[in-house]
């Protein structure tokens, strides 16, 4: 009898966590080690899941050319990639995005862990605008960079993709925004929604 692929997708928390980070990076190729170690799961438990989403079809057995440390060339390795012809590929893709912890509350909880927020935009992939520059703006007033960065790397791991972010102080985040840098104008001329708002950063945004 056939295997129903689609009956063996979901079977645990960990393979929807490695079904979202497979699908949400789908022209990437990955090793075991960094599947692992990006999607936050224990070894065995990682192991477990690819061989069931290779069972399923959903991905596949890649061998490609990467850059390892201290190597003076690239390296052949052994990795796995979305197998992208996969017949439900496109409806799996929306379903699992459009299910993903996205939302504001989340972004905020897990930003949180980093210390007091003065301000929080979200953009790019949050908005559904994958051609943005960031996804994520983060303003503090001291700013922890080793807690910032644990945080973004938790939130990563909860939604299964990688996120581009900038964080800065307060202080430089209202500078930015007075000279009109283009990092800030990338996220605020286009869409975009603030989460956290300490320092009337709309007000900031309407002065002429």
Sequence with gaps: MAVDPLAILFGSPARVKLLRFFLFNPSKEFTFDEISRRARLVRRTARTEID?????????????????????????????????????????????????????????????????????VTAGVFVRDFEQRLDLLIAMKKLPEKKVEAAIRSLESEIGIEIRYAAMTTEELLYRVGMYDKLTRDVFDYPHEILVDRVDMRDELRRP
């Excluded at 959903?58 to 490609?64: A, G, R, S």
């Excluded at 440390?69 to 893709?93: I, S, Y």
């Design 52 to 120: 069931a989403l290779l069972k399923a079809g959903v991905i596949k057995k890649k061998v490609f050319f990467e850059q390892l440390p201290n190597a003076d060339k690239k390296t052949r390795v052994h990795g796995f990639a979305l197998n992208k012809q996969f017949p439900e590929l496109q409806a799996l893709q929306t379903f699992l995005f459009e299910t993903a912890p996205l939302d504001g509350k989340s972004v905020v909880r897990q930003l949180r862990k980093a210390g007091v927020l003065d301000v929080v």
